[in-house]
């Protein structure tokens, strides 16, 4: 009867209602051949038994007729109200996302299309119009500016809308009934930069750490990777790819200092490993001796080195192996095999000055940057020629990063500021991060990146750590983890009805364990999740 009922009754049947109406009315039902036997001479208890199958199996079918019919008479009922939620109308959308009262609700709207709104009409429908007190409900937001924009909005009397943080704060406090000594997240900067200071005394961290800057804080791409001029230039710009060495600049009738600028990915890593071995040059310089009596042209050699008195001279051509070159080469109007067929010949041409000059040229070639490891190549061709290598020291080259790629640095310190904080927020340890590199990262490079960075990442890690708790301090991620493990083990119960969450789709994996928690704890609350 109770299940029969349940569709005549004017109220909304959720899912978890429903799960229960239905187990109810199996437990009634005969569970044996025996039962069963007992019922043969009773028909009209066999008739009940065959309408009770024949409503559970029809029952999920009627509950969703059945709340459709009740939105639409409780759209009609409440029509008043849903004209008027702080002196706005809602559209039809609005109100069918603020009826139905099922155990979780996703609301997804575009930004603009009255997100706020809607959760601003839920919570004042479930306490003005189904009577739920409020100090039963609570409103999540993601930011203390829209939290309180939030309870503003609400205007109700024990409607208090909180983030995430200030949630488990509140839990941590009444559950170790002290005040909590939080982490003043402006200083975690200052603080990074005091422990890669402190770590770059030992020389096996500033050896890894100067060969993330070298080799790894950028994502080198080959012109191959392009089509057009336009992006390949883009990407420069985008990854900065300027060499460590400063030039002078005329500026105004004064000199001016700037990091120097090259014409490609592989031009900037051979600029820097000559900087980095104390090698003396000058990237595309005049060329001092005559190409031949008829010409004017001048030619600009891409490195001119000095060494041991003498010039020697590196041109990097961007070829593969079969002598072809990217395609962004050909001009307009120009077919691709025509730009290849120039670009050798002009590889010919700069062959046959040097060698009529007596002048000594070193070469390099696009394919073996993509063939493996450049710098080695590198190496050979220039001890080869004579040229002699004076590797600076680890302080010596990071000395120099620090100052001429100082924006470099400050990018690595934000990045490991917000990867500290992905990571904790999301409940993952290092060895987790190793796992899921060694099964995410098939491409060589990405996955050699990571395992660098995370070479770098763990000591500092351990220190913020060691300092949270050496000062008694807990950071916004721990606000969450703690008040989660508090729920988890029924040291704080969670007494609500409803949790209504703004900006779902930024949810964390550690908030959502918190919201698992609660609804572990408590199974009748429901959630109403509205986000873009």
Not at 182 to 202: A, C, G, T
Not at 208 to 235: R, V
Not at 301 to 329: A, C
Not at 385 to 409: C, F, R, T
Request: some cysteine; glycine content about 4%; overall charge neutral.
């Amino acid at each position: 009867e109770k299940l029969k009922n349940s569709l005549f009754v004017d109220s909304y049947i959720n899912h978890k209602r429903s799960l229960d109406l239905i187990s109810s009315a199996k437990s009634a039902m005969p569970t044996s051949i025996i039962e069963y036997l007992k019922l043969i001479f009773n028909l009209r208890a066999i008739f009940a038994v065959v309408k009770l199958r024949a409503l559970i199996k029809t029952y999920e079918e009627k509950r969703l007729k059945h709340n459709i019919e009740y939105v639409k008479k409780e759209t009609i009922k409440r029509d008043k109200f849903f004209r008027d939620i702080g002196g706005k109308s809602l559209d039809y959308q609005q109100i069918q996302a603020v009826i139905p009262d099922e155990d979780n609700v996703l609301v997804i709207a575009g930004a603009g299309s009255g997100k706020t709104l809607t959760i601003e009409a839920k919570i004042k429908y479930l306490v003005d119009c189904c009577d739920v007190p409020a100090n039963k409900i609570l409103p999540i937001s993601f930011t203390n500016k829209s939290a309180a924009s939030m309870k503003e909005r609400i205007n109700t009397d024990g409607i208090i809308p909180k983030t995430f943080h200030a949630f488990g704060l509140n839990i941590l406090k009444e559950v170790d009934n002290k005040e909590i000594n939080v982490f003043d997240d402006d200083k975690r900067n200052i603080l990074f930069r005091s422990f890669i200071k402190d770590l770059s005394r030992d020389t096996s961290f500033l050896a890894s750490l100067t060969n993330f800057f070298l080799n790894y804080i950028k994502i080198p791409k080959s012109e191959f990777e392009f089509t057009t001029l336009g992006d390949y230039i883009q990407y420069l710009k985008d990854q900065n790819y300027t060499t460590y060495k400063k030039v002078a600049m005329p500026y105004k009738g004064m000199e001016t200092y700037r990091n120097e600028i090259v014409k490609s990915v592989q031009e900037c890593i051979i600029a820097n490993f000559l900087l980095f071995n104390n090698v003396e040059y000058e990237y595309e310089a005049q060329y001092d001796f005559p190409m031949s009596p008829n010409m004017k042209i001048r030619y600009l050699p891409d490195f001119t080195i000095k060494s041991g008195g003498k010039k020697i001279y590196l041109e990097h051509f961007g070829i593969d192996r079969n002598n072809k070159v990217p395609e962004f080469f050909a001009g307009p109007g120009e077919s691709y095999q025509t730009a290849c067929n120039k670009y050798i010949s002009g590889m010919n041409w700069k062959r046959d000055v040097h060698k009529n000059n007596g002048t000594k040229l070193i070469e390099t070639y696009s394919y073996e940057f993509m063939e493996g490891d450049f710098t080695k190549i590198l190496e050979a061709e220039l001890t080869k020629a004579g040229v002699e290598l004076k590797p600076m020291s680890e302080e010596e080259i990071w000395a120099v990063i620090q100052d001429s790629g100082n924006d470099e640095v400050d990018a690595f310190i934000s990045l490991i500021l917000t990867f500290l904080a992905l990571m904790k927020s999301n409940n993952f340890d290092i060895r987790d991060l190793h796992r899921r590199n060694n099964r995410i990262n098939k491409i060589e490079f990405l996955h050699e990146r990571t395992e660098k960075f995370l070479l770098l990442f763990e000591p500092l890690y351990g220190l913020y750590e060691n300092y949270l708790h050496k000062t008694g301090q807990i950071d916004f991620s721990d606000m969450i983890s703690k008040a989660t493990e508090y729920i988890e083990n029924n040291i704080f119960h969670c007494p609500l009805d409803y949790v209504v969450i703004d900006e779902f789709q930024d949810l964390s994996i550690g908030r959502y364990k918190l919201l698992a928690a609660i609804k572990k704890q408590n199974p009748n609350v429901k959630f109403y999740c509205v986000g873009d």
